[in-house]
């Protein structure tokens, strides 16, 4: 989780602020992105090559991408659904499962994802 104490935001905020200006000037292309990351982690891996730190490592990233999802994307989603209409096959079995089994299959799925 991205919600980390005060003290340690102070300590690594000025760092991650010059590379979120740097990625800024350089128009924040997947490319750069996925080279800081890459960067990241591979120092990570440096420190502590074990099957620990692999375990470590995409865990973090896939806690950090559901997240990014939860917080972002799928409100965005939510948004497009709503101008554009949704796919006719998720609005009927919506439609089926009420708001509450709506909620529970969504806990569901996201236990398996």
């Known amino acids: 989780m991205p919600y980390i104490a005060e003290d340690r935001r ?13 990625l800024r000037e350089l ?18 891996f440096e420190e502590e090559s074990r099957y620990h730190t692999i375990a470590r490592v995409t865990g973090v990233l896939k806690n950090v991408s ?27 079995i919506i439609a089926k499962l009420g708001d509450a089994n709506r909620e529970r299959l969504a806990a569901l799925l996201a236990e398996v994802t």
Do not use: C, M
């Open 66 to 92: 559901d997240e990014f999802y939860r917080r972002l994307a799928a409100p965005y989603e939510e948004q497009a659904i709503k101008k554009n209409g949704d796919v006719s096959e998720f609005a009927r």
């Open 27 to 44: 128009g924040w292309s997947e490319g750069d992105l996925n080279y800081t990351i890459s960067r990241l982690i591979g120092a990570a």
């Open 10 to 22: 102070a300590k690594l905020d000025p760092h991650v602020s010059e590379v979120i200006s740097t």
